[in-house]
């Protein structure tokens, strides 16, 4: 078997999986047999028209297992006309038999490889047969194939595009994830890290400074009231229908609110014309800088000094965090650095983090002007 019909042969059934039975069938079911009764009794000239009235009334309920056993029902239509039509010496003549074409549109449909394959040998079977049992015309013979070919391409392209829907809507869900596991790491991550940085140094100072400690309390009931006013922000993003109005936009103004003056105290300075960035990117600025602050304060042993650089110029949005700290790796692997060069390059940027030649760890990004316009 060949390459080609071999991957035919072993291709799965269709995704997603059809609906198991619908109104429609029913109707379906109904309507046939009564078309073959009423054709058989408007149409004397057919040979043996009520045995053809019967046998078509009793194959319609394949139609209603024809997405769940393509390849059985067909089969099985197929089995029996032909046996009837080889022992009445010739075709049914009815033009109810329209209805086997929803069957071989079931078996393209919603059929595994290996049923189409089978369901395209019965219906060239077929076609031989009506040499064998008659004489058809070449405009017969042509226009009977034409049906064939037209139903099946029908049901391989419906096919394809479900498939192709269900992919295109798999993909996007797993862009929102990412989306939604990166706003989580840089919002709720940078705010919690704040405030076990400063339990730790509230824990310090509470035996022999208890101003400090009302300080270190007064500063974490703040970071935790952020932490909530920002998931209540992303939770009625996930609720709404018009999540554009409650989304949180920072911007690059907001990068000052990192500043801090706890060690490692944190510096921010901002060049340029902040107004001219889009909130798109003036959004993803932020979120770089406060994952790359975070990381500073939390891994940075011994660092006194956190800088965070921000400058607008020609070349786009250039972003420098550098801490005086000795890096050190964290307890267990994290989504950090991997996060922050997802969201540069989601905007045609880059980010890169690693230990500083001078000493300390810097963390550089850099978003173009050309993303400005998208």
Request: net charge positive.
């Amino acid at each position: 078997m060949t390459s080609p019909v071999r991957a035919l042969w072993d291709a799965p059934a269709a995704s997603p999986a059809p609906p198991r039975r619908v109104w429609r069938d029913w109707v379906l079911v109904g309507v046939v047999p009564m078309l073959a009764v009423v054709e058989a009794s408007l149409r004397p000239e057919v040979p043996w028209r009520w045995l053809w009235a019967v046998v078509l009334a009793v194959l319609a309920v394949t139609l209603l297992w024809r997405r769940q056993r393509p390849l059985t029902m067909l089969a099985s239509a197929f089995t029996i006309g032909t046996a009837v039509s080889l022992a009445t010496g010739g075709d049914p003549q009815f033009y109810t038999t329209a209805y086997f074409l929803i069957l071989l549109y079931a078996v393209f449909r919603w059929g595994s490889g290996r049923a189409i394959v089978l369901g395209g040998a019965l219906v060239a079977i077929g076609i031989v047969l009506t040499f064998v049992s008659g004489s058809p015309t070449p405009a017969d013979v042509i226009g009977g194939v034409a049906v064939a070919v037209t139903t099946a391409t029908l049901g391989i392209a419906l096919r394809w595009r479900s498939s192709a829907r269900a992919r295109e809507l798999e993909r996007v869900r797993l862009v929102e994830r990412e989306q939604l596991a990166r706003d989580l790491h840089d919002t709720v991550a940078h705010h919690v890290s704040a405030i076990a940085i400063q339990a730790q140094a509230g824990a310090t100072v509470a035996a022999t400074d208890p101003d400090a400690t009302a300080d270190v309390l007064r500063t974490i009931e703040g970071e935790a009231s952020r932490t909530l006013r920002e998931m209540r922000a992303m939770v009625g993003v996930l609720r709404t229908t018009d999540a554009a109005e409650l989304a949180p936009t920072p911007g690059l103004a907001d990068i000052r609110t990192l500043e801090r003056t706890d060690a490692p105290a944190v510096g921010v300075r901002i060049e340029g014309d902040a107004g001219l960035v889009p909130p798109a990117v003036a959004a993803a600025a932020f979120r770089l800088a406060q994952e790359a602050v975070t990381n500073a304060r939390r891994h940075a042993r011994n660092a006194t000094q956190v800088d965070v650089d921000v400058r607008v110029g020609t070349e786009g949005v250039r972003l420098r965090v550098h801490d005086d700290g000795a890096p050190a790796g964290a307890a267990s692997p994290g989504f950090g650095i991997r996060g922050m060069r997802e969201r540069a390059a989601l905007l045609g940027g880059s980010c890169e983090a690693g230990p500083d030649a001078a000493g300390g760890w810097t963390v550089e990004a850099l978003l173009p002007r050309k993303a400005w316009t998208t």
